[in-house]
């Protein structure tokens, strides 16, 4: 029997340049890519908020219910947000519900993943820079 060819860069012990851990770390089955696992989970958020919201409870919120239960609610005033394109879970001007929704919840999830990833990237300029 023939031993099997070395990957290149590869010493007879098995080192590689970097050392064992970086091989380790490389060759893990069943490892993904940050960029695998970010696409799959916006995919996943974006299911979860224009698909399976449609069946989500028409119950007052948590916060909601406790500002019942406590007398608080008569105080809610109109804020900024109040005439917005998306206020209460709808799309202004979308007649139907189930595509105000869903709309609304695409949106919303678009929004909340780009400020993560503009954040992602400032920090990691920044660390780029204080490791300069």
Known sequence: MSTPPRPSGQSPSGQTPFGDATATAIA????????????????AALLIACVISLWASSSPDGLEFVAAATGFEKAAAPHAMDGSAL???ETAGVHNTWLSV?????AG???TFAIAWVIGRLTKRRAARAGA
């Open 87 to 89: 206020a209460g879970y």
């Open 28 to 43: 893990a089955p069943g490892r993904i890519s940050t960029r695998t696992f970010t696409i799959g989970a916006l995919i």
């Open 102 to 106: 869903a709309i609304a919840g695409f």
């Open 109 to 111: 999830c678009l929004v």
